[in-house]
């Protein structure tokens, strides 16, 4: 897939510098950054189901309780 972005000439030198000082082509660079916001999104909306889950039944466990349970000690 290609995808075109336009962009002013201060922004463009601006991505391209950024780019070089990290090894990084301006296309891998790019990809990263989505790929990261990506995941970012994901793991809020993860964030807020556990937050939920937790708020409705906020028993908590500590790690001696959960490694007994589990037969690890």
Not at 32 to 57: C, G, N, P, T, W
């Amino acid at each position: 897939m290609t995808i075109s972005l336009r962009l002013n000439e201060a922004d463009g030198a601006l991505i391209r510098r950024y780019a070089e000082i990290h090894g990084l082509t301006v296309s891998e660079m790019i990809r990263q950054s989505v790929l990261e916001r990506i995941e970012d999104e994901f793991d809020l909306q993860a964030y807020h189901a556990a937050k939920a889950s937790f708020d409705a039944d906020p028993e908590t466990f500590t790690l001696d309780e959960v490694e007994k349970e589990l037969g690890l000690q």
